[in-house]
């Protein structure tokens, strides 16, 4: 079941998928929380940042869990999803340092390491997934492929994805040409998923995604199978709906 919601402006939406994490929080403070990077979820994190600071929540018993990490970019590296999930999020909430995880991209054995992050998967059933849309209809780095994985897994970016993503780094040729990412088994797992796209230049994925066949040649339309699925749209990026 998909409940789409359409706002007006983003910071509405933010506030919005905030506050439903939030709330889950409070419910549940050990609730398993599965986390995206990319430009759409940043004013949300802003959002649960400002909520930690007036202390409406805590994150002490909150364990979290990254959808992808580029191979190949340390922890220290600007464009490292670790890296943007410490800017952005965890060194300004209570969350512990043996909380969150992400996928190794720096592993020797990239099989071992997706192998290490289903168990840990397994171990921690997401309560709420947070996704976002890539362009070509991808989540985490599930790109369209006649075949998809349910498990974690190294995959090869598509030419779109390396282009859509060059913008963050000085040169195109500077983006890692692979990542790991949460399968779509892992992700259809979860208990609640919360869809979040922003822009004009998604709205023709959006029309595909929620309301076209279900095909591995658009990832996200496989979200259609999910019972709790919320899809928060911006204008733009809902304007093709009715
Ligand atoms: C990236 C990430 C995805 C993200 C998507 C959209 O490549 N791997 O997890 O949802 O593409 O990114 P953005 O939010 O910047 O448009």
Redesign the pocket.
């Known amino acids: 079941m998909m409940q789409i919601i359409h706002f007006n402006d983003w910071e509405l939406l933010d506030a919005y998928a905030a506050q439903t994490i939030i709330n889950k929080i409070q419910e549940k403070p050990n609730a398993v929380l599965g986390l ?6 940043l004013g949300i994190y802003a959002k649960i940042i400002e909520a930690y600071r007036s202390k409406e929540v805590s994150f002490a018993q909150t364990t979290t869990v990254n ?2 990490e580029y191979v190949g970019l340390p922890a220290e590296h600007e464009q490292s999803y670790a890296y943007y999930m410490k800017q952005q999020l965890f060194s300004h909430i209570d969350i512990a340092d043996d909380h969150y995880h992400l996928p190794n991209g720096l592993a020797e054995n990239l099989k071992a390491e997706c192998d290490r992050y289903d168990q840990l998967l397994e171990q921690n059933p997401i309560d709420i997934q947070l ?5 070509n209809g ?4 599930n790109e369209p492929d006649a075949l998809l994985s349910a498990g974690t897994h190294a995959v090869q970016l598509k030419a779109a ?1 390396l282009e ?2 060059a913008r963050f780094f000085s040169s195109a040729a500077e983006v890692p040409k692979m ?1 790991l ?1 949460m399968g779509v088994g892992s992700i259809l797992k979860a208990h609640t998923i919360i869809l979040v796209v922003r822009g004009a230049d998604k709205a023709e994925i959006v029309e595909q995604a929620l309301t076209g066949p279900i095909t591995t040649d658009v990832p996200a339309s496989l979200l259609q199978t999910h019972p709790r699925v919320i899809v928060l749209l911006d204008r733009e990026a809902g304007r093709k709906l009715k």
Do not use: E, Q, V
């Open positions: 995206a990077t990319g430009s759409t979820p959808l992808d996704l976002g849309l890539g362009h991808h989540i985490g780095f994805t859509a993503n990542a990412t």
